[in-house]
């Protein structure tokens, strides 16, 4: 019995055995967590030997939105290690951040030194935050974080996108035409800090960048309660996955 084995023999709960016609070999089936949810676990063993074969047969049962729960899948016992029981949860935190006008954010000091190795996309051409690698965690600075949008006194309100910006920035936007069309939102930026703990244990597995961004989401959701299944979120977390990916060469 190698260490893989003998550590799903003690940790997880035995349900089913199953042996075959002639009595040499037998199917122990086991039941337990791992960071998908629940899973059971087929190991296969040659009672002739007294040894378990190097093949393990897995089923998620309970986060059905990562594995249709009525399929087994079947691995090696060191890659069933390596892309499921060694790997935790990852873990979404809020580092630091700001609302619009507030001192700007400074960068963390875990990435002190460290250069961006790509960027992913948000809102298309406004806004692609910069993505950061330290051990086994993923940085990047947030600058369109649950911003607000800028909401005149009723007394003004129908006014151009200029006539705010002069007033209550001193800033002006030049015109496309000899006319005033300039009739868009004033978006006040928040900016944030964020980093995903322990992520690169599961940018290494063999589950999809969706699957991966579901993750990423549902750990988000407990921080900021509101967002629920945000679909620019879950396509912001895909992208950042995909470009972190192709960074590592996976």
């Known amino acids: 019995m190698n260490d893989i084995t003998k550590y799903i023999t003690e940790h997880f709960r035995l349900i089913s055995v199953q042996m075959n016609t002639d009595g040499s070999e037998q199917r122990e089936t086991y ?16 009672l002739l030997t007294g040894q378990y074969y190097q093949l393990v047969q897995y089923q998620v049962q309970a986060a059905e939105k990562f594995v249709v729960p009525i399929l087994w899948k079947s691995c090696m016992t060191e890659t069933f290690w390596n892309q499921i029981l060694s790997v935790s949860p990852c873990r979404y935190e809020v580092y630091s951040s700001r609302i619009y006008r507030q001192p700007k954010l400074k960068k963390p000091k875990e990435i002190s030194g460290i250069n961006s190795f790509g960027s992913a996309c948000y809102i298309r051409k406004h806004c692609s935050p910069k ?50 069309d300039n009739w868009g939102a004033i978006v006040l930026r928040n900016e944030a800090w964020i980093v995903i703990r322990e992520l690169i244990p599961l940018i290494y597995t063999e589950l999809p960048n969706y699957q991966i961004a579901d993750i990423i989401l549902e750990s988000q959701i407990q921080v900021e309660q509101g967002i629920n299944n945000d679909v620019t979120w879950r396509d912001f977390w895909k992208d950042a996955v995909r470009v972190t990916r192709n960074y590592l060469h996976l």
Do not use: M
């Not at 039941?31 to 040659?46: A, D, H, P, S, T």
């Not at 330290?134 to 607000?148: A, E, I, P, R, V």
């Not at 909401?151 to 002006?172: A, I, M, R, T, V």
């Open 31 to 46: 039941e337990g967590n791992c960071f998908l949810g629940k899973i059971r676990i087929r190991l296969g063993k040659n």
């Open 131 to 180: 993505l950061y690698l330290s051990g086994n965690d993923l940085w990047l600075k947030h600058t369109d974080y649950f911003s607000s949008v800028f909401c005149p006194e009723q007394n003004e309100q129908g006014k151009s996108q200029n006539y705010y910006l002069e007033k209550y920035f001193d800033k002006s936007k030049a015109n496309k035409f000899t006319y005033t």
